[in-house]
């Protein structure tokens, strides 16, 4: 009996320590979401110009997404054979072709809210659901993966799309068709950066 | 990269999906006889990096695609996206919503044997309401009225249905005038066309009539609606072939997971 109760009791303590330390986890995650999307919805519906609002959004990106991680994955097996030179090169312009991606957007959002709806653990990391609201306008789900230490944004769904998996798609097809050279793709994307308006 | 999931790009998707009907046969056709054509066909590659980005890619048929994708990509720049602003400009926004709702009504016969297939009694019964308020109060499905008293649209089509069976989607399609699809969602585009009473209407002049204008307002709207997210998908990407390759085909499966994952109660929200 004793035996059979104190099985019961390391068991219900194991099981209990796994939920505690999943919720702390889940909790992390939902914070740093709070905390970061908190911050940016501050700079998006405060009464300044655009430009002024990009220029406050930019530290606040740079601190909280993952961009060398995500520019690294979307390289694929191409960042192993790339020079040092042309990752620090493919580095600093993937930054900015990530930043503007999310700047531009600055426009389309005025007088948001957003919630954190549900958090679920994936092998990427911290999977957190986001309802954002915008008056007159239908709700945007968004779901962002958190991950790393500190926690970082390392990927955004969107559609039920893995964004950084399909930039990494577009990305090795560009190079697959350019004999893997990684030059042709820092150069395509100097291209997008001077016709980007 | 569009970090939004927006309902206009939604309906968007819905109404060219269903307004690929009468292309498709040709589309399809084009498509598998150049298929047939060995030469068209990429063979795994050794490496085993290249291998799993092909296996993740999906998509064996690619030099094939890609040829029905420029072919698709010419039509779009030359006819389709002129004619697509045109009718931006000129037809007023309610307008282009009812055309949008009657799509969607009229398609919900086929959303609802798909719940049913999927094993979904609340998807199904949703389907079944929303058929049955917007085509008496909606006005023939000129109005959404359904999702006013809470039976919000959704989606679900027999290819979808495949999938929660545990069907395989088979290789990657691109077929010029239907876009995106694979083996088993072109056989489930087949059934969901089985499925949808306006195919059965007797053919009298009038009808025909009737039906081509149904046919070419919901083609045209599905195009209109479409022309920002290409657009800006053209912009951002350096291969958009493959952005499109792989965000289409990461949707179904998040839609078929979705599906899968939809165990709610058939009593209304408010009973439990």
């Known amino acids: 009996m004793f035996n059979v109760f104190s099985r019961r009791t390391v068991l219900g303590a194991v099981v209990s320590l796994a939920v505690a330390t999943g919720a702390a986890h889940a909790s992390t995650a939902t914070d740093f979401v709070n905390s970061f999307g908190g911050r940016l919805a501050t700079v998006v519906n405060s009464g300044k110009s655009l430009d002024e609002k990009k220029k406050e959004v930019l530290p606040l990106l740079k601190e909280n997404v993952d961009i060398t991680g995500i520019g690294r994955y979307c390289l694929g097996k191409y960042w192993r054979t790339a020079t040092p030179a042309q990752r620090d090169k493919y580095i600093s312009l993937f930054d900015q072709v990530l930043v503007n991606t999310i700047t531009d957007q600055i426009g389309n959002y005025q007088g948001v809210s957003f919630r954190v709806t549900t958090t679920t653990s994936t092998p990427e990391g911290e999977r957190v659901n986001a309802l954002i609201d915008r008056p007159g306008q239908p709700e945007v789900n968004m779901q962002l993966i958190i991950g790393g230490n500190p926690p970082k944004v390392v990927d955004m769904y969107g559609e039920g799309a893995s964004l950084r998996m399909n930039q990494r798609g577009d990305y090795s097809s560009y190079l697959a068709r350019h004999n893997g050279d990684v030059d042709a793709l820092n150069a395509a994307l100097e291209r997008q950066l001077t016709h980007h308006q | ?272």
């Open chain 2, 1 to 272: 990269m569009d970090f939004r999931q927006d309902e206009n790009s939604i309906r968007g998707t819905r109404s060219r999906r269903m307004s690929r009907r009468s292309r498709a046969l040709a589309g399809a056709l084009a498509l598998l006889t150049l298929g047939a054509c060995g030469s068209l066909r990429n063979p795994p590659p050794k490496d085993p990096d290249d291998l799993a980005d092909y296996k993740a890619a999906n998509d064996p048929y690619e030099p094939a695609n890609r040829k029905m994708y420029n072919v698709q990509m010419w039509a779009y720049h030359k006819v389709l996206r002129p004619v697509g602003k045109a009718w931006i400009w000129a037809i007023p926004k309610p307008v282009r919503h009812s055309i949008a709702n009657v799509n969607e009504t009229w398609r919900e016969p086929s959303v609802f044997f798909s719940d049913v297939g999927a094993g979904k009694p609340r998807r199904a019964g949703d389907a079944f309401m929303r058929f049955a308020i917007n085509m008496s109060a909606g006005v023939a499905g000129f109005f959404d009225v359904a999702s006013l008293v809470g039976y919000k649209q959704h989606e679900t089509d027999p290819g979808l249905t495949l999938g929660t069976w545990g069907v395989k989607s088979g290789p990657y399609l691109f077929v010029p005038f239907v876009g995106p699809t694979n083996i088993r969602d072109g056989i489930g585009y087949g059934i969901s066309q089985g499925l949808t009473p306006i195919n059965y209407v007797p053919r009298g002049y009038d009808l025909l009539t009737f039906n081509w204008a149904y046919n070419v307002a919901g083609t045209m709207e599905g195009y209109a609606s479409s022309i920002d997210q290409i657009d800006h998908l053209e912009q951002d990407s350096l291969d958009p072939y493959s952005y499109i390759r792989s965000a289409w085909q990461q949707n179904r499966q998040s839609q078929i997971d979705t599906i899968k994952g939809d165990d709610r109660a058939t009593t209304p929200d408010w009973y439990n």
